[in-house]
């Protein structure tokens, strides 16, 4: 070496050591240390003849070039490990600010459920949905629009009340207690414990206070307001906001028009009798219903089932209310025969199921009644035998062939409370469409209320 400073003296007595072979590990390593803080002293180290041989035989044969390419290689790695070490740093960096806005993101479109409005408990058979379809037994959520473009549909609201549509009428379901009617007409029947149920639309507000009603909006009429029994408190609503109040009992009916600011009494009502008598058969009597069982606001002239065939759907007709039976009379049940006592009020409902080549869905469903079912008539013969007491006009009903329930195939079952009937009909391969038909007549215990 051509100088003896501090540093290189030191590095001499390093090679020294490492020459007569009584160096450790740790010089070995500062060495290393030294070579990669200083490059240049490789030139110098490598002119040290002894250094191959007693690096040779303290490193189990390795020559002092490998040791000092060892040396240039760990500085190298170390350089590498540095660079790696940030590009690890700066690319955890970005990945944790690529979690916090997809979180974001994500919150952003993460919304909570609204809470339940009111569930579909009755639908009639004539029934068609503009936009989404809904069927017996569907919850439906708060602030849903509702569009029904023909038939009735009927919901039970969270508070109790039952509300009724006539399509076509688009609703808006607010929440439990109050409906925004946009168009069309609604039927609203209001237990005790429902008091306070609500309908807006443009023209009113009508808080129910315990009764039976219809409110009617159309573009052209305004809104209208009809009360069956009870009475409702409607508040107008004209351009400058909220306006006068009226009560409204039994037998009135009320115009509100927010455009023109008019409020006035109607004096014709018996217009309104047929509507009233319409939601009263699409759910009379009959607290709910699930599965593919539909209603039908009017009694069909003709059950045959070329006439009235039930594509997907089975059919619940409300024969009649508050007959009474003339004699006493025995219907053959599962279990054995029931007698019915001669003055017994009752009222009937079939069931009624001719399936075209279109059926797809499974026939099943249930209803649920108001009242307890007296008696099931499931028989070809015991149907003809009680024709004529539901029906004076002996209306077409399916004579010549057929069409009680079959034993094992077709399964009717009542609750134990006695108010709740299971329906599950059976179909066979490769049958005549144009003569199947199921029938069944449910008799349940008139009430008087």
């Known amino acids: 070496m051509a100088s003896n400073s501090p540093e290189q003296t030191a590095i001499r007595v390093l090679l020294d050591d490492i020459a007569t072979g009584r160096s450790e590990r740790n010089q070995i390593a500062k060495l290393n240390a030294a070579i990669r803080a200083d490059p240049s002293l490789l030139s110098e180290i490598i002119n040290f003849a002894q250094v191959e041989a007693c690096c040779r035989n303290f490193t189990d044969h390795q020559s002092s070039l490998d040791l000092l390419v060892s040396a240039a290689k760990q500085q190298g790695d170390q350089s590498r490990t540095d660079r790696s070490t940030h590009r690890w740093a700066t690319l955890g960096s970005i990945s944790s600010i690529a979690l916090v806005l997809l979180i974001g993101v994500m919150l952003s479109f993460y919304r909570p459920l609204p809470p339940v409005s009111c569930k579909l408990i009755g639908l009639t058979a004539d029934a068609r949905w503009g ?118 009992s039994a037998g009135w009916a009320r115009e509100f028009h927010a455009d023109t600011g008019l409020v006035k009494d109607l004096a014709e009502l018996q217009q309104w009798e047929k509507q009233f008598e319409s939601f009263e058969n699409a759910r009379g009597g009959i607290t709910r219903l699930d599965g593919i069982v539909r209603t039908t606001p009017s009694f069909p ?39 019915i006592r001669k003055g017994t009020l009752l009222d009937s409902y079939l069931l009624h199921f001719a399936p075209s080549v279109e059926t797809t869905r499974p026939p099943i469903g249930t209803v649920q009644f108001t009242q307890p ?8 013969d015991d149907l003809r035998k009680t024709d004529a007491i539901v029906s004076d006009s002996n209306r077409n009903f399916p004579l010549e062939q057929e069409r009680g329930l079959e034993a094992g195939a077709d399964r009717i079952e009542i609750s134990d409370d006695r108010k709740t009937v299971s329906v599950h009909f059976g179909r066979e391969a490769n049958e005549d469409y144009a003569r199947q038909v199921d029938q069944a007549r449910i008799w349940v215990l008139h009430s008087t209320n």
């Open 131 to 248: 936009g989404q379809e809904y069927n017996p037994g569907d919850l439906v959520l708060e602030r849903m629009t509702l569009t029904l473009e023909q038939g009735i549909a009927s919901f039970e609201l969270v508070d109790g009340a039952i509300v009724s549509i006539h399509g076509p009428t688009t609703i808006e379901t607010t929440n439990g207690q109050e409906t925004k009617l946009i168009d069309g007409t609604l039927h609203a029947f209001v237990s005790h414990d429902a008091v306070g149920y609500t309908v807006n639309t443009i023209d009113a507000e009508v808080v129910d206070l315990g009764t039976e009603f219809i409110v009617e909006r159309r573009e052209e009429l305004g809104t209208r307001v009809v009360v069956k029994q009870g009475k409702v408190e409607a508040r107008a609503i004209n351009a400058s906001g909220p306006g006068s109040v009226y009560e409204l």
């Open 301 to 339: 002239a003709d059950l045959r089932p070329t006439q009235m065939p039930t594509n997907n759907y089975i059919m619940l007709v409300r024969e009649a209310v508050g007959i009474e039976l003339q004699e006493d009379l025995v219907i053959q049940q599962e279990d054995g025969p029931v007698s």
């Open 373 to 380: 079912v007296v008696a099931l008539v499931r028989s070809t």
